[in-house]
């Protein structure tokens, strides 16, 4: 019943959660603990003043993997911003590794200031369901398009979009641009994460964007490759694509059960009064982008069969 098709990634993804943490682990190139600084969307810094906390021996933990030391230490996050160093003079430091989310694992070289994200590596591969999406994820004919599967905290999601070759800007919404233009929520996933959807300019062959960033003004994702269609996580995974074909959503279906009944009423009337989306997958259903009365009498003259 929906209407999309799926390829899928063999990627390590970590689930998203209501009470989200991020764990960060890391071994070294010496074996020496290094120190991790950190800060939030907001510039919060969570883990000290420059060059932050060093990972103590105390937070050592020997993975039943591979058996190597490595360091750790959680953060009561959606999402941090993170430098590993190694807290000398000079330093030997990381670049920002942004948008971290559930449980990474990273390998730092504190004698070249390289590093590399090995979570893949640790995390056991879950899959993505693509039946946890709303019916509204679907394939948009001659447009750029993208999805991207918001922490349940989000009330609000931003795309900033960019071609690195031609330095074309595709989302240009705020005075300077930055944070880009504000997407469209079409519904949740069934764990109730929010699901947003950017519809950017017509397709235009010699000139796509090749890179994306979601964000809620504060807190963002990485630079990602842009995929059309690709649906993505504050994780910066590319959980899946979303191509032509399928079968389209059943007009009036707001809950997803394949029916058109009073339960799809209510459903509209759970977001118009208590802004609760739990129970809607496909809500717009006058095609205007969002949520209103309007699409209320449209359910109604389907179930009243005008």
Excluded: H
């Excluded at 060093?54 to 959606?78: A, H, I, L």
């Excluded at 947003?196 to 000139?207: H, K, L």
């Amino acid at each position: 019943m929906k209407r999309i098709t799926t390829l899928l990634f063999v990627l390590a993804c970590v689930a998203l959660s209501s009470s989200a943490t991020v764990t960060v682990n890391v071994r070294t190139a010496t074996g020496l603990p290094p120190f991790l600084y950190v800060w939030d969307g907001g510039g919060n810094k969570l883990n000290g003043e420059w060059p932050g906390t060093m990972m103590d021996v105390d937070q050592t933990y020997t993975t039943t993997v591979d058996g190597k030391v490595w360091f750790t230490q959680t953060f009561d996050e959606d999402a941090i911003n993170i430098v590993f160093n190694d807290g000398n003079d000079p330093i030997i430091q990381t670049a920002d590794i942004r948008g971290v989310t559930g449980t990474a694992f990273f390998v730092f070289d504190d004698e070249e200031g390289e590093y590399e994200d090995v979570t893949s590596t640790y995390i056991t591969d879950t899959g993505f369901d693509v039946n946890t999406l709303p019916s509204t994820v679907v394939y948009v004919e001659g447009k750029e398009f993208a999805y991207f599967i918001a922490p349940t905290s989000w009330t609000k999601c931003n795309v900033w979009a960019w071609n690195s070759i031609t330095n074309t800007n595709f989302t240009e919404a705020g005075p300077n641009g930055w944070p880009g233009d504000p997407i469209t929520l079409i519904g949740n996933t069934t764990d109730g994460n929010p699901v947003y959807q950017w519809i950017g300019p017509d397709i235009v062959e010699n000139n796509r964007p090749t890179g994306i960033i979601f964000n809620n003004g504060t807190t963002q994702t990485a630079d990602l490759d842009y995929v059309a269609g690709g649906v993505y996580n504050l994780a910066g995974k590319l959980l899946y694509t979303v191509t032509a074909g399928g079968d389209t959503p059943v007009p009036g279906d707001v809950n997803g059960d394949g029916d058109v009944t009073a339960a799809d009423v209510t459903a509209l009337y759970g977001v118009l009064l208590s802004d609760d989306y739990s129970s809607i997958v496909n809500g717009d259903q006058d095609g205007d982008g969002n949520i209103t009365s309007g699409d209320v009498t449209a359910v109604y003259s389907i179930i009243l069969g005008q």
